[in-house]
């Protein structure tokens, strides 16, 4: 589940984003810093601990990210460390994500598959949903072994699951 303040600080990024018209390389940043932070659990530790004053904190991201990033998103940074929320930053960023990609009208598809799908299969599983959906579509293709074959699509919350795996399982409860 997700932290509320989360959803929060992703809005609060995100109007701010907008007011300035700088929401691409804001969202862009943001996710650097984010990995950045992923690969350096040590470094996220040291931000977190508490016995570490926050004006240390402040200085330690001002050192590293100073020069990398625009001065609002290093304010953000400054005030997530102030609130103690840093190891947030994966929930805000995903929360984040999802305003942009609102904003912007994509949809996000998780397409669970036996095998990758090859390029013409894309194009049209990804026609067939934009004309659904009336949004751009990006598609993510996971290899599924266990559907057996078939797809199973992930589109937000709801779930389209035309897999083999399922069509088995319903035709057994019918012949039960």
């Known amino acids: 589940m997700v932290n509320e303040s989360s959803i ?94 609102d904003y912007h009208k994509v949809l996000d598809v998780d397409a669970y598959t036996t095998v990758e799908l090859d390029k013409k299969q894309r194009q049209t599983l990804t026609s067939k949903l934009e004309q659904k959906y009336k949004r751009k579509i990006m598609i993510e293709n996971h290899i599924d072994s266990s559907i057996i074959g078939g797809m199973r699509l992930v589109i937000g919350e709801q779930i389209i699951d035309n897999s083999l795996r399922t069509h088995f399982a319903k035709l057994r409860s019918v012949l039960k």
């Open 8 to 101: 929060e600080y992703a809005t609060a990024l995100f109007e701010v984003a907008l007011e300035s018209k700088n929401v691409h390389n804001y969202f862009h940043q943001i996710i650097m810093v984010n990995e950045l932070l992923e690969q350096e659990e040590d470094y996220l530790r040291l931000l977190e601990h508490p016995k570490i004053e926050k004006a240390k904190k402040t200085e330690m991201i001002g050192n590293v990210f100073k020069e990398a990033i625009q001065k609002e998103i290093l304010h953000f940074l400054y005030i997530l460390v102030d609130h103690n929320r840093i190891r947030n930053l994966n929930e805000i960023v995903i929360e984040l994500t999802k305003l942009v990609n």
